[in-house]
């Protein structure tokens, strides 16, 4: 809706959602290679889970951890591709707020679920390594599902009052986000009252879920290294560490890309919301 005479907006319906801010006139060509990756993601991904489930040898706790990673990206690119590839290539800029608030929460609880599973699959290495004649006796089905659960009910629960939190915010300065998709911070930084609630909640949710991940994840890889290089034979060594090389790829993929794009998307907003 129209800002008012103040300059700000009741309860807007919709959200402009700008796309790669300072890109504005390449993103039509920008949308050849997100297509390209995003069907090579939603094949890769539906191909691994596909030979995951039929492959009765592969019925093992890090390829059921693989699934569920395989799974997470399924979603989340789901959440983001479609409506980013909307923008680049038909200029459809506008969500409505209940779309932009569903696709925040998809997009926020299913990275912090891969979090949650990239430790998971820290735990496996470290049981595999240190105490390999107990994994098959920790790592049960019922456990595997057990985790499972908690890995979507964590983010779950902690997810929905950054929701419910944005939902009580009425009035606005701006609705155009300077992003290509929903983003919490950017957001709550388009509230024109008084947000320190939101920030508040979204930094402990972020460090509730990432940070603590982060730390346990290192923990196990160093105590998985150390034992690695206590190992007798170097042929053994070489052997475990390879094990773990495509684990740790991905954590600091992950983890790197994350920071990198949270810190340049605040740096972003704050020179264009004074």
């Not at 609705?175 to 290509?180: E, F, Q, R």
Request: glycine content about 4%.
């Amino acid at each position: 809706m129209p800002a008012n005479l103040t300059g700000t907006y009741f309860n807007p319906t919709t959200f402009t959602l700008i796309g790669i801010p300072g890109l504005e006139d390449v993103q039509f060509w920008i949308t050849i290679p997100f297509c390209v990756m995003y069907i090579l993601a939603v094949t890769g991904n539906c191909t691994l889970l596909a030979i995951i489930k039929t492959e009765r040898s592969l019925h093992e706790p890090m390829y059921i951890f693989l699934a569920m990673l395989a799974g997470t990206d399924l979603v989340l690119s789901t959440s983001i591709l479609p409506k980013m590839l909307g923008i680049f290539c038909f200029g459809s800029r506008d969500i409505s707020f209940n779309a932009c608030l569903v696709q925040m929460f998809f997009i926020h609880t299913f990275q912090a679920v891969e979090s949650g599973v990239l430790l998971a699959m820290a735990f496996d290495r470290y049981v595999a390594i240190c105490n390999l004649l107990r994994h098959s006796s920790i790592f049960t089905t019922q456990v595997l599902s057990r985790i499972g659960i908690l890995l979507v009910m964590r983010p779950t629960a902690l997810i929905i009052p950054n929701i419910y939190l944005i939902k009580r915010l009425h009035f606005y300065k701006s609705t155009a986000i300077s992003h290509a998709y929903c983003e919490h911070m950017a957001v709550v930084k388009l509230a024109a009252v008084d947000v320190r609630v939101n920030k508040a909640y979204g930094l402990f949710v972020a460090f509730t879920i990432l940070g603590v991940d982060i730390i346990f994840i290192t923990v196990s890889y160093v105590l998985i290294l150390r034992a690695v290089f206590r190992l007798p034979q170097k042929e053994v060594r070489l052997k475990a560490f390879h094990t773990c090389t495509a684990h740790i790829c991905v954590f600091l993929e992950f983890y790197t890309l994350g920071f990198f794009s949270f810190f340049a998307h605040s740096q972003i907003i704050g020179q264009q919301i004074p």
